[in-house]
C-alpha cells in the first residue's frame, strides 16, 4: 500500500501512525530501537504489505498491468489505490480527507526526530502536494513522474497513468472489493497488539 492507505490504517495512535508511515524506511530487526507505539507502527507496515502482496484481488490488479512494467506493478497497483481511497474517501474516513492530512503532518511534525532522515526531506512535499493530489488523475501523473526520475535506474514508472486510465473501472472495483478486507486485517492486527 501506499502513503494514504498506510495512514488510514493506523487507528487512533499518534505514535502508530507515525510507524506506520515509517515503514519503507525502516530495514531489518525493530527490537530495541524504538518506542512500542512506533514499534508498533513500523509491524503494521509490514503486516500490511505483507497481506496485500499475498492477497488475490492486489494480484488480480497487478495482472491488469502491462508485463512492460515488471516489477513496478505492484509500485503502480500501491498508488492506484492510494487513488481511489483519496477519491472515495467519504466511504472510508472519519473526517474529510484535506483535514485528516492537516492531521497528519502535525503528527509527524511533532515527531519528526524520531523519523529516518530519508522521509523527513520527503514530509513537506508529500503532505503538501502528493497526498492531496492523489484524488486527480493529473495529480498522480505527476506522483509517478517524480518517483521515475527519483530512481536511479531506467525505469517505466512514468508512463504509470496511462495504465490506470485503461483499466480504471475494473480496477477501482478490485480496491472497492480489496480495501475491506484490509481495513478489517489492520484494525484486527491493531486489537490484538494491544490487548
Known sequence: MNF????????????????NLMGDFVKGRLEGRFPPGIRLGIELHRKIDSFAGQN??????????DARFGLYR???VDLYYDHFLALNWQDYGRLPLQRFIDNASAILEEHREMLPERLQLRLAELFSDWLPSYRELDGIDRVLKRMSARLKRANPLGDGASELKSHYGALEEDFRRFFPQLRAYAADFRREKVC
Open 56 to 65: 488475490e484481488l492486489f494480484i488480480r490488479s497487478k495482472q491488469r498491468i
Open 4 to 19: 494514504l492507505a498506510h495512514l488510514a490504517l493506523s487507528g487512533e495512535v499518534p505514535e502508530t501512525l507515525v510507524g
Open 74 to 76: 505492484g509500485v503502480l
